[in-house]
C-alpha cells in the first residue's frame, strides 16, 4: 500500500490501473456520470479513492467490477498494474460481431437497374 497517499484520485487510478490509455480518457468516463464508487454514481474526477474501494463501470462491450487492492505509485507495467485490482466479475468470452454478407464483387449496371427498379415498385404499394 502507498503509505505516503492514503487516497488518491479516481481518474488518476484508473489510469495507472491501465484501464485507460490516457488520463483524459479516464476523466471522460467518470464525468459522463457512469461510474460507481461503492454503489453510487459518481461525476467528479477529484474524487478519492481508497483500498478496499468496489468501481464498477462500463469498458468496451463489458461491465467492469473491480476491488481496489492498492492504490501504486505510479504507472507501471502491467504485470505492475494488474495487482493493484482483483477483477470480481471476470470477464467472459469476447463477443464476435457478425458483419453482413459481402457480395464477391461491386452490382453490374444492369443489376444496379433492377435493384432501383425494384425499389421503386416498393415505394408505389
Known amino acids: ?3 505516503n497517499n492514503l487516497t488518491l484520485r479516481i481518474d488518476k487510478w484508473l489510469w495507472q490501473a ?3 490509455k ?3 480518457l479516464a476523466t471522460r468516463l467518470v464525468k459522463s456520470g ?3 464508487l461503492n454503489g453510487i454514481l459518481i461525476s467528479k474526477p477529484s474524487r478519492c479513492v481508497e483500498v478496499g474501494d ?3 463501470f462500463p469498458k ?3 461491465t467492469r467490477v473491480i476491488e481496489i487492492y492498492n492504490l501504486g505509485q505510479r504507472r507501471g507495467p502491467a504485470p505492475e498494474a494488474q495487482g493493484l485490482y482483483k477483477d470480481l466479475a471476470p470477464l467472459g468470452p469476447k463477443l464476435k460481431l457478425e458483419l453482413a ?3 464477391e464483387s461491386r452490382p453490374t449496371s444492369k443489376e444496379r437497374k433492377a435493384l432501383i427498379k425494384f425499389k421503386q415498385g416498393l ?3
Open 123 to 125: 415505394e408505389k404499394s
Open 101 to 103: 454478407p459481402r457480395g
Open 22 to 24: 490516457t488520463r483524459s
Open 34 to 36: 457512469k461510474l460507481r
Open 18 to 20: 491501465r484501464f485507460f
Open 60 to 62: 468496451e462491450l463489458e
Open 1 to 3: 500500500m502507498n503509505d
Open 54 to 56: 468496489i468501481l464498477t
